[in-house]
């Protein structure tokens, strides 16, 4: 089989097609559940709960225990896919790894930030 490449041409071993392979579908269930669960986080932690209730009157503020339950729930999902696509040995898996590494970063920053609000620190 040959694969094209920018306009270079080369040969795969026999057996071996271009594309990766596929997730098994319950690393594929969980990976897109960890993702729909990170875009619902981070529309109702920076949307909803900053701009729309207090718009509508409903909050004027974010509870920072909300916030920080969004938080480690969003990092328990991460570590999850993290290991389950190491348990797959995904070909992507690194540049997950990356990904997951930045936004848990970011993530435990803002638990801190929560933790020192609760805490009156």
Same mark, same amino acid.
């Given at each position: 089989?040959? =694969?094209?490449?920018?306009?270079?041409? @080369?040969?795969?071993?026999?057996?071996?097609?271009?594309?990766?392979?596929?997730?098994?579908?319950?690393?594929?269930?969980?990976? =897109?559940?960890?993702?729909?669960?990170?875009?619902?986080?981070? =529309? !109702?932690?920076?949307?909803?709960?900053?701009?729309?209730? *207090?718009?509508?009157?409903?909050?004027?503020?974010? *509870?920072?225990?909300? =916030?920080?339950?969004?938080?480690?729930?969003?990092?328990?999902?991460?570590?999850?896919?993290?290991?389950?696509?190491?348990? !797959?040995?995904?070909? @992507?898996?690194?540049?997950?790894?990356?990904?997951?590494? !930045?936004?848990?970063?970011?993530?435990?920053?803002?638990?801190?930030?929560?933790?020192?609000?609760?805490?009156?620190?």
């Amino acid at each position: 089989m040959v =694969t094209e490449e920018i306009g270079v041409s @080369r040969a795969l071993p026999a057996g071996q097609s271009g594309v990766p392979p596929a997730l098994p579908a319950p690393a594929q269930r969980a990976l =897109t559940f960890g993702l729909l669960l990170s875009a619902l986080r981070c =529309t !109702v932690q920076y949307i909803v709960l900053p701009f729309v209730l *207090p718009w509508i009157g409903v909050a004027a503020s974010i *509870p920072a225990w909300l =916030t920080l339950a969004l938080g480690a729930l969003a990092i328990v999902f991460l570590v999850r896919n993290v290991r389950r696509l190491w348990k !797959v040995r995904h070909a @992507r898996r690194w540049s997950y790894l990356l990904v997951a590494g !930045v936004v848990s970063a970011s993530l435990l920053l803002f638990v801190f930030v929560d933790l020192r609000t609760l805490l009156h620190l």
